[in-house]
């Protein structure tokens, strides 16, 4: 019984570690790759940017 739960929580705490490390892998690059995007495109290297009124 008690070696039933403490496996549960092993197995339990290695499937949370691992999908951390898989969004912290995934996840960090997907963050990393649209901030880069979002600032290039609000410092206007986008073509389709309106002109700003002077």
Not at 20 to 46: K, T
């Amino acid at each position: 019984m008690l070696i039933n739960v403490i496996a549960a929580l092993a197995t339990g705490v290695a499937t949370s570690c691992g999908l951390l490390l898989l969004f912290l892998l995934f996840g960090g690059w997907i963050v990393a790759l649209g901030a880069a995007a979002a600032f290039s495109w609000l410092r206007g290297d986008h073509p389709e940017a309106p002109a700003l009124p002077e």
